[in-house]
Nanobody, 115 residues
Framework: QVRLVESGGGLVQPGGSLRLSCAAS????????MAWYRQAPGKERELVAG???????NYGDTVKGRFTISRDNAEKTVYLQMNSLKSEDTAVYYCYARYRGDNYWGQGTQVTVSS
């Protein structure tokens, strides 16, 4: 099992930036697929960005060109750099890991974009 702990959320003005971090309790080898999801009030959880062990990335359509996912296996951390934030990016952001068919979730961190 792996535990995931998110940090870096908060309140930011539209157009601003935030960087989220996801710290894993153990080394995340290249066998782990890592991702960020988000869930806004009244909406379903949606994929924000994902990254394979080989550093192949995929992004949700609404964040392409604004968000960047990265991983540091040695540091056991996955990052989500969020730029040009919009009010519609307001949500709870969850870190996700998949390893050999098992799914793991963090508890989430709130991101609020508001003036």
């Amino acid at each position: 099992q792996v535990r995931l702990v998110e940090s870096g959320g908060g309140l930011v003005q539209p157009g601003g930036s935030l960087r989220l971090s996801c710290a894993a309790s153990k080394t995340i080898s290249s066998s782990y697929y890592m991702a960020w999801y988000r869930q806004a009030p009244g909406k379903e959880r949606e994929l924000v960005a994902g990254i394979t062990g080989g550093r192949t990335t995929n992004y949700g359509d609404t964040v392409k060109g604004r968000f960047t996912i990265s991983r540091d296996n040695a540091e056991k951390t996955v990052y989500l750099q969020m730029n040009s934030l919009k009010s519609e990016d307001t949500a709870v952001y969850y870190c996700y890991a998949r390893y050999r068919g098992d799914n793991y979730w963090g508890q989430g961190t709130q991101v609020t974009v508001s003036s």
